[in-house]
C-alpha cells in the first residue's frame, strides 16, 4: 500500500484497455455504418440537382440499403431512376415511397403522374401537370423535367421546345433546362441548332457524357471530324469501352487520313465487343471506301448477322457484290436496303411533323410500333403498340411483315 492505492498488476492493466479499444472499435463500426450510408445519400441527392442521375442512383441505392426510412432519399431515388429511363425502378421507389408515407400522400400522386407523363403515357396526366407547372412551386423544376422527358419520347418536338423555352424564361440558366433543351435539337436532327446548344451545356459541365456523346455526333452530321474526335477520344478515355463511341471514333480517324490507327481502334474494339454490329459496318465502309470489296463483303455480312434492318450495311453490301460481279446476291440486298430506306423515311415523317400534329391518333402509334417492329427494335414496338391501345382499345395490333 503507497497511499492507500494498490497498483493494478499489468494483466489487469491490459485487459482493461482490450475493453476499452473494443468499444471504441465497436463505437467506430456502429457510427460508420449510420454515418457512411448518410453521406451517400446525401452526395447522391448533390448529384441529382446537378443533373447526374445515374450517378446518383447508385449512391442512393447504398444510403437506402442501410436506411430504408428515409423518405427525402426514396423520393430522390424515384426521381433518378425516371431521369434514367428505368422506369420499372422509379415504379419500385414509388411504391416503397408509399409504404414509408402511409398511403397516398400528394407526393406519392405527383410522382405517379411524372413517371406516367415520362413514359409518354401523357393523355391522362397532361393537362394536371402542364397547370401545375403554370402555377409554380418547388416542385413545378421536377414537373417541366417530367413532361419534356415525355414530348421527348412521343416526338412531340415542339412542344418540348415550347416548354423549356417557358422554363429558360422563368429560370435563365438552369443547366437541366439546357440539357433538356438540346437533347430536343439532337433529336430533332437540327445540327446546327443542335451543335449550339449542346456546346451550352458541355462548357458548363464538361462531366455530361451523354451530352458530350450527342454533340460528337452532331459534330459529325455536320462533317467536322477533328472536333467530334475530340468529344469521343475524351468519352473513351473516361468511360468504359462503347461500340458506338468506338465506331464512330474510327469513323473520324479515316476520314482525316488516318486509316491505319482506325483499323487498329476497330480490331482491338471488336474483340472486346465482338457482337457490336457497328463495328463491323464502320470496318465495312473503310474497305469498301479503299477498294477492298471482298473484304467490305465480309464485314457487311458479319454486321447483318447482328442487325440485318441496317440500311447502310444493305446498302454498301449490296454495292461490294456488284463490284464483284454477284449482280443476283446484290440485287437482294439493293431491295432490301430500298425497303428498309422507305420505312425509315415514313418514320421520319412520322416523328418530325405529323404525331405532334396529331399526339392522340392511334393509328400513328400504332404505325410507329409496325414500324419498330420491323427494325427489331422490340421495347420501341412494344411501347407504342401498348400506347395505341390505350388511345383506342378496339385498335389492332399488326406488325408489318
Not at 413517371?115 to 407547372?133: F, K, N
Request: glycine content about 6%.
Amino acid at each position: 500500500m503507497i497511499n492507500g492505492n494498490e497498483t493494478p498488476p499489468p494483466k489487469t492493466k491490459r485487459r482493461i484497455w482490450i475493453k476499452r479499444l473494443a468499444v471504441f472499435t465497436c463505437l467506430v463500426i456502429f457510427t460508420g455504418i449510420l454515418s457512411l450510408p448518410l453521406c451517400a445519400g446525401f452526395y447522391g441527392r448533390t448529384l441529382l440537382r446537378r443533373c447526374h442521375p445515374a450517378e446518383a442512383l447508385d449512391y442512393l441505392a447504398i444510403a437506402l440499403k442501410f436506411h430504408p426510412w428515409w423518405v427525402q432519399a426514396q423520393s430522390d431515388a424515384c426521381s433518378a431512376a425516371r431521369q434514367t429511363g428505368n422506369h420499372q425502378l422509379a415504379w419500385n421507389h414509388l411504391e416503397k415511397l408509399e409504404e414509408r408515407l402511409g398511403g397516398i400522400a400528394p407526393e406519392c400522386i405527383l410522382h405517379w403522374e411524372m413517371i406516367h407523363a415520362s413514359m409518354g403515357d401523357l393523355q391522362t396526366v397532361e393537362v394536371d401537370l402542364l397547370d401545375r407547372w403554370r402555377r409554380g412551386g418547388p416542385e413545378s423544376h421536377e414537373i417541366a423535367c417530367a413532361l419534356v422527358e415525355g414530348y421527348i419520347r412521343m416526338f412531340r418536338l415542339p412542344d418540348a421546345l415550347a416548354l423549356t423555352g417557358d422554363w429558360l424564361d422563368r429560370e435563365p440558366g438552369s443547366l437541366k433546362v439546357l440539357l433538356l433543351r438540346a437533347q430536343t435539337w439532337h433529336r430533332s436532327h437540327s445540327p446546327d441548332n443542335a451543335v449550339e446548344s449542346l456546346q451550352e451545356v458541355v462548357a458548363i459541365d464538361p462531366t455530361q457524357s451523354e451530352c458530350r456523346l450527342q454533340l460528337a455526333l452532331s459534330l459529325l452530321d455536320k462533317a467536322r471530324y477533328d472536333e467530334a474526335l475530340k468529344h469521343l477520344d475524351f468519352l473513351s478515355e473516361k468511360g468504359k469501352m462503347d461500340g458506338l463511341i468506338e465506331s464512330r471514333r474510327a469513323r473520324c480517324l479515316h476520314m482525316i487520313g488516318r486509316e491505319a490507327q482506325a483499323r487498329t481502334l476497330l480490331e482491338k474494339a471488336s474483340q472486346t465487343l465482338p457482337d457490336d454490329y457497328r463495328l463491323y459496318s464502320t470496318l465495312g465502309q473503310i474497305e469498301l471506301l479503299t477498294g477492298h470489296n471482298e473484304e467490305a463483303e465480309v464485314a457487311f455480312k458479319k454486321t447483318l448477322a447482328i442487325q440485318e434492318t441496317d440500311y447502310l450495311a444493305n446498302f454498301s453490301l449490296s454495292q461490294a457484290l456488284k463490284r464483284q460481279g454477284k449482280n443476283e446476291e446484290s440485287k437482294a440486298f439493293l431491295d432490301r436496303a430500298e425497303k428498309i430506306k422507305t420505312t425509315l423515311e415514313r418514320l421520319n415523317e412520322i416523328t418530325s411533323t405529323a404525331i405532334s400534329q396529331r399526339p392522340l391518333d392511334a393509328a400513328l402509334h400504332r404505325e410507329l410500333g409496325d414500324i419498330f417492329t420491323f427494325l427489331g427494335q422490340t421495347e420501341s414496338a412494344k411501347r407504342w403498340h401498348m400506347s395505341a391501345k390505350r388511345l383506342d382499345p378496339n385498335s389492332p395490333v399488326q406488325t408489318l411483315p
